[in-house]
């Protein structure tokens, strides 16, 4: 929970708006409430059943115009041959300091 509430506090610092949920089922509730969302900012390891990239393919059928960031403490290499992640995704590492978040989101919205 600290560090969701972290990373809400820097992406509202570079002047975004944010939504946080504890989970996917909680991400994908939000989707479905319509407001708009540019951006799902997830890990790849998640708790309670689904991980970011299946949070990721069902976020994808509601709203298929939906950036995608992913982050992870585990190497992209690692992630992407153990089926966690596709090749070219974007992955911001942990860890990571507040000019590499800064950096990922802006990339992340402009693709």
């Not at 989707?31 to 309670?48: A, K, N, P, W, Y």
């Not at 689904?50 to 403490?73: D, F, I």
């Not at 290499?77 to 990571?96: C, F, M, Q, S």
């Amino acid at each position: 929970m600290l560090v969701r509430e972290y990373v809400v506090t820097q992406i509202s610092r570079f002047g975004y708006h944010t939504l946080a949920a504890r989970d996917a089922a909680e991400a994908l509730a939000i989707i479905d409430r319509g407001e708009r969302i540019d951006l799902l900012f997830t890990d790849v390891m998640l708790s309670g059943g689904m991980n970011g990239r299946q949070l990721a393919t069902e976020a994808l059928k509601r709203r298929p115009a939906l950036k995608v960031l992913y982050t992870s403490g585990y190497t992209e290499n690692a992630l992407v041959h153990h089926g966690r992640l596709d090749p070219g995704v974007l992955l911001l590492p942990k860890p990571y300091i507040s000019a590499d978040l800064a950096r990922m989101l802006r990339i992340a919205l402009t693709s």
